[in-house]
């Protein structure tokens, strides 16, 4: 049981660089609490990896501290620092059954025997291996294996943290649902402190109380699942959560008031002057921009695609190419059509950051 | 599932056809041969049947004693040698480094004793256990051990088995090496973060990971092992009396030495007929082994 | 070129994978073919493609039988959902591999090399190596060697299943358009829904060998002619339920019975197979002609755009889709919705009774 605290964490596997472009990781200051769920979300080379492995204890970071509640652990062992971790491909003791599999994290630290066989059946159960508890690791499916090291990562009550790295990687699509919604389920049963690597973004959001998106080594915003949908705070999550990704144009912004491509378009809010030379664009979501056959913004129609529950069109906006939805009932038959943005879903990004506007 | 056929194919498989009926099978046709018949003078032959066969399992005739304990003498030695060289193989395996510049270097010293030709081992050895002037033999009799490996049988068959220990436990360690490396870093951080040992590493993770490639060790040196030869012919000459005198020694010496071929060609055949009914005994009870324990 | 399948039958060690297929495709036209991972679809692209022999039945090429005819005296290009390329050629070099194969000239090899990398975004990547380029610009490549071919069956076997997300969601939007002006038969094999709606043209569901229903897309998403390629033709999953009908009521096992409301109402007494998507469920307001069952929230699983709800009720557990994220916990009692009008009613055999849109 632990909170987990980013000391101003930042990592470079060059070192003594003080090049920002080295840093695997950039400076990071944040605290992770006690029985919450955490998902590090992002493409390849974001740095989730780097970060977990901190917190594993594979690397030491360049700078900053990392607290488990109070104790600094930054220099500790993997083995010293009270941890579990599911790692991307199972990994199962082959000579032992399932169940001597669970028990032996608890085992090797001289846990009593009758209170072993409880909290293995236990967690067998939450993770339905009840039935295969005697059979041989090595003779079960990818699935079932990927199960036992779940189990062997959630066995331990008393960890600072339960680390996954990926770890519905080798799950056969079907079955990832179920896994899921297990693992949601034991973690509101077993109140420990989750950290959740990954890029898929569904396996993140469902997850995850909080996710922390991350690009090229930066943070680019902490925020539960609606947050991220509604209002992202960087270009980039507006584009890497949802699909299709948040719209976004280049405008000029003048207080309410943006252009875009010889169209006023409505604010809803005041917005101070940018700083010139900076990048300036509009960002909306498909999901809230509906394209009718006449009034709003006029767009020209290049494809609409029936996705069976819901219908996608891909319009142009000037020069800008925007998807938009199709309202339920409503048939688009010509090239030109208007398209209504919900105005307080329409944001301004500056630098690719979000600004807020002061209500008018 | 057909895929599309296509007969040419064998013509390309055909030299290799050729080459082993050249190289194979017609020598052994002519051991065949050899084994049911009798000479008489100079290349009169004519058929025995199956006598020279019933002389050598007979350990009652003279041929079938020296058969017997030849036979018993090269068991003894292939356990000695896999008992020694498999666990000898694994622990070094398990001290080499794993990365770094150290890990080429330490891979060619190891694998040099391989790459020596099998009579330069036994010249150097020969040399090397000389209570005289050779290094081995004389430390060992300067420490006051009665050491004497052309006059004594316990020295003789130690040398030996030093000999193939220092040639071919390399080669376990090699095989060992490359089995220990395909194991993912993942299986030895799970273990530090399940708390497990260093011996619950080895014996959880390490050992079962390298079942695969032991079989494989296990079997090639069985096979050499067994068919021990030069070491002991060039360095003790099957001696003293005939404690290293292994089939292979018997075999050279019915066969060139007393030119009985009938005794020779049979001996031969059933040499290869045990080689190959071990080999296969040993590779059938490992496989299953592994079978009964998926189950 | 046209390309038939007729009565193809494909067996291996006993087991029979593909049983008795009849297709035809037209050029100029995309197929697809859907199904679950081990439901033949690479089976049978490697026997359009003559990559292996049908066990019974025939293959014809414009109405000549070419049942055997190897591989490489076919105008055959395939995509793998492996990404293929030659590790030590250059991206130019992989894509004019099959070119250099044909002997036609340099210039007209750069042309028809440039003309393809432009199509897929590669210009700037034609000295790389493969190693040296993403995941998504190997496939481009790979992509890219098909077109190039200018073959007369082109044949991707889920070319994307091995892309991250946002990658697939780009790459295919693109390749109908890359295709469509070539003129060849596309063959696209998928596993997802989604893919196949995307893709437009027709669409085979297949399920264990077989093919259950060919038609145009969108067809055969909404009026399926068997339960099976209701299913295939699901994501989230096909929520189902027995069902008896009796007068005016359905009853779902002894626990519970409702009005026998909507696509219910007409159908005669008797036991059938009530199937809905995801999509004609919902957790708030009921449609004109509801089935309504009270249950709790079992999972939300979140994609961004669209949450699937998991929904716990006493005859089983169903999907509904909200829009956008959803908060609600797991847990949480709810009442499911789902559109009796839209509904699909299979008969035992599994074939429809009655069929609303399906969503």
Redesign the interface.
Known sequence: MARITLDGIAHSYNPGSTSEADFALKRLDHVWEQGRAYALLGPSGCGKTTLLNIISGLVVPSSGRLLFDDRDVTHLPTEQRNIAQVFQFPVVYDTMTVAQNLAFPLKNRGVARGAIDARVAEIAAMLGLTPELHRRARSLTADAKQKISLGRGLVRSDVAAVLFDEPLTVIDPALKWELRSKLKAIHRALDLLMVYVTHDQVEALTFADEVVVMKDGRVLQIATPAELFEQPEHTFVGYFIGSPGMNLVEAQVDGHLARVADQTIELGRRYAAPAPGSSVRLGFRPDYASLVPAGGIPVRVRRIEDLGRRRLARVALGENDIFATIPHGVSIEREEAGLLIEQDRLFVYVDEQRVAGQAR | MDKPLNNRAWLLVAPVLLFVLFSALLPMMTVVNYSVQDQMGENHFFWNGDAWFRDLLNPATEVGARFAGALVRNLAFSVTALLIEVPLGIAVALCLPRKGWTVGATLVVIALPMLIPWNVVGTIWQIFARQDIGLFGAALTGLGLHYNDTQDPVSAWCTIVIIDVWHWTPLVVLLSYAGLRAIPDAFYQAARIDGAGRWAVFINIELPKLHKVLVIAILLRFMQTFMIYTEPFVVTGGGPGNATTFLSIDLVKIALGQVDLGNAASMSLIYNLITITLSWIFFTIMTQLDRRREE | MSLRLENVS?T?GGRT?IHDVSLALEPGTMNVLLG??LAGKT?LMRLMA??????SGRVLIDGKDVT???VRRRSVAMVFQQFMNYPWLSVYENIASPLRVARLNTAEIDRRVRRAAQLLGLEPLLDRLPQQISGGQQQRTAIARAIVKGADLVLLDEPLANL???LR?ELREELPRIFAETGAILVYAT?E??EA??LGGSTATLSQGRIVQAGPT?AV??RPSDIESARVFSD??LNESDIVKEDDVIRFGAAQALPAAGALAAIPPGPYRLAF???IATLGAPWPASLSLAGRI?????????S?V?VETAIGTFVC?E???S?RQ?GQPTSLHVDAARVFVFDRDGRPVAAGSG?
């Open positions: 494909v291996a994978i679950a991972t089976t003559g990559l292996d022999k049908p066990t055997g005819v190897p991250d997300y946002k969601e596993a829904p989604l709606l995307l969108l998403y909404h989230p999953p998507r995801a999509d079992a999972l939300a699983e979140i994609s961004g755009s669209e699937f998991h889709v829009r956008g994220v908060t797991p969503g």
